[in-house]
């Protein structure tokens, strides 16, 4: 195993772009760990280039926000650490054998309460256990660990969350852009999505392609660092350039559809969105991924997440997610809706 | 086992309520918690599709008629990586499903839970192929 | 017309002969003696933004122009032809009347080998049928993904991009995106709209062999359609610098009688730091889809009927 100090310089050098320490539990994958950096180069592709090709996804039990009993604290306890392994590796357990989440302890449907989001587990991704790492939150900077709102968008968001679900449905426009099979953008594309949010990385030369399973959002990204062009689009304009063997990504062009729902406010597009990612393979299955926002009209300051993420084995596949095709779900609402205010 | 199920669950609650947002299920804008069902019939036909998937089932009623109705699941890539594929449910199975009704009263409901009549799970008992 | 007698015959001639569907072979088949760069791997370079210039989409087939995709006909002439008032035979129907020249259908030599598609006799009343119901059943209508070989000639650009064992060709249209897988995976899981793609090099050619496929997608706006029995081969082949030779068979045991090809050259976009852009128009068709399904139709703030 492979541990490195935790202290607020760690902090401090993701701030600064450095790598930071990712400091993986006592239950990471018992083969092929994915932080074990020792005996470990970076491989290249033919042309040169650091290769990040493959499947990769977010695995771990990382909270974006720091929840509020972890408050002040940037790291989580080594108890903490041993307990949350613990309960993953229970999970993991139960869905093997087929009792699931949703149905650990239940006699009935009546002892569940409804969140709103359960289906048998069965169609989750998560057959193993995910990954437990010393961060309270994924938002490393700023220092608390919390989303930097605006007060226009904090209350955006207490909006969204109290309408989920709730309504009003009353037309194509009402249901998020998700629901919509539109897009969820590119802020957490390389960490969110059902199970976690496949994204296949492949090169070739003077481009890296990012395909992510869900909405089939695609992002070809020129690594020549030309400069942005002018047109707006709703996964912005990314150029990239290498620094070393970490890909740095600046992302601009975003056109303002903060007047959308989104399922996360801060995923949201306005004009004045920039993004700049780091990517950096740090181990034969590990990457580390920061990403920063800045958003004017949404954040008060630019906030930093450090996303460990993994490599799948190479036989995974991205398969197609037809969602437009398959959108039963969009009319069902909207005709819901509908009858729901002629019974009134 | 009862206090470690207590405490399983609260730990799970803990965990659970720490997952970044995940997909999108405006359930209550589909379906009506009020109107539970339960369902025993035959697939008589699988979409495989996202963002759901959605199993066609035909139940007979008492008095020989049959419905058919249209069960919402998840999005079945999770378990294409598991091996699983369109012949995996197999026109005529006998399924169990039990959730909750469309809120316009159609006949459409979401498969919150599906199993066998044994109680078992179909598509259970592998992980991703992505594990190491 | 100032031609003389010789000139005009042969030009009918030249019309009947391309009428019935004889094309001399034009460069297929038959290498200029390029050699294309080599990608890393040794293998023809084939990256690049492409896109096909021709009429496919509106018609695999050779026709003449027309007025609009979608016609009905007008009242028919009682009186014999040349003895009464001009009648129209056919016009736009509403729906796409406005559009006036821009909605209408450009002329087309075809792209099929031979110029037939060989249907099963139920098959070609369908494609019949289509054809009178454009509007309501085009998939491209409703921004579902094009399919294989459709999504190689919509009038949008695409993009070849090719990694180590998996090449991307990311199309600008709906964004629709396949992987070629170069290694070995299995079968196709379940049925897709944009089929499985395995790939392999036959020399100076990428061979494609797609199957999977959902048989939801048309073959252009003309009605030509398949089933979930498809099977499609595609050939690319380096033929200049800056054009690639597109060849693909198609089959499907369901509907047509035996296989058939077409054949088209696809022309590299030269622009400087070209890219491929947005065309995400699962967006601009929710008014039509979904305008009168909810409470309230956004187009107008009013409550549905």
């Known amino acids: 195993m492979d541990h490195r100090p935790v202290s607020a310089v760690s902090i401090l050098a993701v701030i600064v772009m450095l790598p930071f320490a990712p400091l993986a539990a006592q239950n990471a994958p018992t083969a092929g760990d994915p932080t074990d950096a020792r005996a470990w180069q970076q491989p290249l592709t033919p042309w040169g280039d650091p290769d990040f090709q493959g499947v990769w996804r977010y695995e771990a039990t990382i909270p974006l926000e720091r929840p509020p009993r972890y408050e002040g604290r940037a790291f989580l306890t080594d108890e903490e650490v041993a307990e949350i392994a613990r309960v993953e590796e229970e999970l993991a357990a139960n869905r093997l054998a087929g009792l699931d989440g949703a149905a650990v302890g239940r006699q009935s449907l009546e002892d569940s309460p409804i969140r709103g989001n359960e289906y048998n587990a069965f169609w989750q991704d998560h057959g193993r256990a995910r990954q437990v790492y010393r961060q309270t939150s994924l938002i490393v900077d700023p220092a608390d660990g919390k989303l930097p709102y605006t007060d226009d968008a904090r209350e955006a968001a207490a909006r969204s969350t109290a309408r989920y679900g709730v309504g009003p449905y009353e037309s194509y426009l009402d249901p998020d852009t998700g629901e919509r099979c539109l897009t969820d953008g590119v802020t957490a594309m390389m960490w969110q999505g059902p199970n976690g949010g496949h994204n296949r990385i492949v090169q070739s030369p003077g481009y890296v392609t990012i395909v992510h399973e869900e909405y089939l959002d695609r992002r070809i990204i020129p690594v020549d660092g030309r400069p942005h062009g002018g047109i707006p689009q709703w996964l912005g304009e990314s150029v990239g350039h290498w620094e070393g063997e970490t890909l740095v990504v600046e992302t601009t062009n975003f056109p303002d559809k903060t007047n959308y729902e989104w399922a996360s406010i801060w995923t949201r597009t306005s004009d004045a969105l920039h993004l700049v990612e780091r990517f950096q393979r740090v181990g034969p299955n590990a990457m580390e991924y920061t990403i920063t926002v800045e958003d004017p009209k949404t954040f008060t300051r630019p906030w930093t997440a450090a996303v460990p993420i993994t490599r799948l084995a190479d036989n995974t596949q991205i398969y197609e997610y037809a969602c437009h095709e398959g959108n039963y779900a969009l009319k069902n609402m909207l005709s819901a809706g509908r009858a729901t205010a002629e019974n009134e | 086992m009862r206090t470690d199920l207590v405490i399983g669950l609260a730990v799970i609650g803990q965990v659970l309520a720490t997952l970044p947002v995940s997909a999108h299920h405006a359930f209550a804008a589909e379906f009506d918690a009020n109107q539970p069902v339960k369902l025993e019939g035959t697939v008589a036909r699988m979409e495989w599709i996202s963002p759901h998937s959605w199993l066609h089932l035909d139940v007979a009623k008492p008095d020989g008629s049959v419905e058919r109705w249209m069960i919402e699941g998840g999005p079945p890539n999770a378990l294409f990586r598991r091996g699983i594929t369109q012949e995996s ?13 469309a809120r316009d009263g159609s006949f459409r409901a979401n498969g919150r839970d599906i199993t066998f009549a044994d109680g078992s799970r179909p598509f259970v008992g592998s992980f991703s192929s992505g594990s190491p | 017309m100032q031609m003389g007698r010789p000139g005009a015959i042969a030009i009918v001639a030249a019309a009947v002969i391309a009428m019935a569907g004889i094309h001399a072979p034009r460069l297929w088949g038959q290498t200029t003696g390029y050699v294309a ?26 026709h003449p122009a027309r007025p609009a995709l979608a016609l009905m006909p007008a009242p028919p002439p009682v009186e014999p032809a040349g003895t009464g008032r001009a009648r129209t035979g056919e016009v736009p129907v509403p729906a796409v009347r406005a559009l006036g020249a ?58 070849i991009l090719q990694g180590t064992d998996k090449i991307l060709i990311a199309y600008e249209f709906a964004g629709a995106t396949r992987t070629i897988h170069m290694d070995d995976v299995g079968n196709s899981p379940g049925p897709t709209w944009m089929g499985w793609s395995r790939g392999r090099w036959e020399g100076e050619t990428l061979v494609v062999d797609v199957t999977g496929f959902n048989g939801q997608t048309w073959l252009d706006r003309a009605g030509n359609f398949h089933s979930d029995a498809l099977h499609v081969v595609e050939r690319y082949t380096r033929v200049s610098p800056d054009h690639l030779m597109y060849e693909a068979t198609i089959e499907d045991p369901n509907v ?31 008014q039509l889809m979904y305008g009168d399904v909810g409470l309230v139709d956004p187009a107008t703030g009013q409550r549905n009927e």
């Open chain 2, 89 to 101: 449910l197999p026109v005529g199975t006998e399924i169990i499903v039990e959730g909750f009704r």
């Open chain 3, 37 to 62: 760069p080599r990608a890393t791997d040794g293998r023809p370079d084939l990256n690049g933004i492409w896109q096909a210039l021709n009429a496919a989409n509106y018609d695999l087939q050779a």
């Open chain 3, 102 to 159: 821009v909605g209408g259908v450009p002329a087309g030599e075809g792209v099929v080998v031979g110029n037939e598609i060989p249907y099963q006799p139920w098959a070609a009343e369908r494609k019949q049928e289509n054809a009178e119901h454009w509007l309501e059943r085009d998939p491209e209508v409703k921004c579902f993904l094009p399919g294989v070989p459709r999504a190689t000639y919509m009038p949008y650009p695409f993009q």
């Open chain 3, 256 to 286: 047509f009688t035996e296989p058939w090809e077409i054949r088209m050259p696809l022309y590299r976009r030269l622009e400087d730091g070209k890219q491929l852009l947005e065309y995400e128009c699962v967006e601009f068709v929710e």
